[in-house]
């Protein structure tokens, strides 16, 4: 439509023809443009991701891929950032190429278990740290340790102290706190010296030295009382020197003779255990293994092993063990006029299941 003096009046169709004629023109001539800008464009390339270990949450530059195991992703040449992450295991990240041309070699990332924060503390400043045999730095420490998840060996050693040493293990990312309590060379744990509480953490030095009545001995022997076998009391001594402690046990138990005629009877009973601590000085609670050897009137001699677990106060110890005993001698006399009771009869000898109650009372 075109405007005259007196008003719009219609165009005619040569006009409009001329109209679509310099559209067509435009759009053909930008065609090769736009060809060549696509032709510019890379085409993704197919890259396979392995991420270790299985169920990480994947990132590819900050655009989520999902959770591990990921089929194969297609990515556009040139340089990424792969990011993996999951709980207990430090963040995982890796920069990779991927070229234009060429087939690209899987891409693998592997988490490593997150480190975990140890605080260590002694109730002493000024003695030296050691964890796992290395050194660490003086007590107290400026921060937390942080180690790889396992088991580790803390020590602590200061002059005129004897060393103190703890066990403990971490989890991936745990945090965990480890107490060290050095005592003053050649003094004895509070909860052997009779003492109701602790020693303080900074104690009094005298210049006079205490008497010697009233520096405590050593806890090497003890008299005590035990189960023999399952219905059996009987007298106990122990000695022991640091890791190893030797228990004498003797004592009669009643047993139940079956032919001729029912009738109940005493038998004796006697053992020497060999008892292998872990732990060289005596602590609340401590644990062993048990090397018994035993002569029984009635099944003969016999053997065993087992673990021992003791709970130490200032005068007692409990102690409980358990194991097997075995008697191989037992002969068919015993087996025609003797109950064996828990006893259990194997062919070639009695095999006893061990439950061992013991109550020390340290003497000397």
């Known amino acids: 439509m075109s405007r005259t003096s007196s008003g719009w ?3 005619g169709p040569s006009r409009r ?4 004629a310099l559209v067509s023109c435009a759009l053909l001539a930008g065609a090769p443009w736009w060809r060549l800008a696509q032709a510019d464009e890379p085409a993704p390339v197919p890259v396979t991701f392995t991420i270790e270990p299985e169920g990480a949450d994947v990132w590819l530059d900050a655009a989520a891929l999902g959770r591990a195991p990921l089929m194969p992703q297609p990515v556009p040449p040139g340089r990424h950032v792969l990011v993996a992450r999951m709980p207990s295991f ?3 990240r890796l920069e990779f190429d991927v070229p234009a041309a060429g087939p690209v070699p899987p891409v693998v990332l592997r988490l490593v278990p997150a480190q975990s924060q140890v605080t260590v503390t002694a109730n002493i400043s000024g003695g030296m740290l050691l964890v796992d045999g290395h050194p660490v730095g003086p007590l107290p420490l400026a921060q937390p340790l942080r180690l790889p998840p396992g088991t580790h060996f803390f020590r602590a050693v200061a002059a005129g102290y004897e060393p103190a ?3 403990q293990t971490v989890g991936p990312g745990a945090v965990t706190a480890v107490v060290l309590e050095l005592r003053p060379a050649g003094q004895q744990p509070w909860w052997l010296a009779g003492n109701s509480r602790p020693p303080p953490a900074a104690p009094f030095a005298s210049e006079e030295p205490a008497p010697e009545s009233a520096v405590p001995g ?3 022997v003890a008299l005590g009382l035990t189960l023999l076998k399952e219905h059996g009391f009987g007298g106990l001594l122990r000695l022991r020197v640091n890791h190893v402690a030797l228990d004498l046990a003797g004592g009669a138990l009643p047993v139940f003779i079956m032919a001729p005629d029912f009738r109940a009877a005493l038998s004796a009973h006697a053992s020497g255990s060999l008892v292998l601590f872990f732990s060289g000085d005596q602590r ?5 293994l048990r090397l018994a050897g035993a002569y029984d009137q009635v099944l003969g001699p016999g053997g065993g092993a087992g673990w021992v677990g003791e709970w130490c106060w200032p005068h007692f110890v409990f102690a409980l063990g358990a194991g097997l005993q075995i008697y191989p001698l037992f002969d068919d006399y015993a087996r025609k006029y003797f109950d064996l009771g828990s006893e259990v009869d194997m062919g070639f000898g009695v095999v006893q299941p061990y439950l061992g109650l013991n109550l020390f009372w340290y003497a000397l």
């Open 9 to 11: 009046r219609q165009c």
């Open 17 to 20: 023809a001329s109209a679509w």
């Open 90 to 92: 430090e963040e995982g």
């Open 165 to 167: 040493e703890a066990r």
């Open 218 to 220: 050593p806890r090497n």
């Open 284 to 288: 609340p609670t401590q644990h062993g």
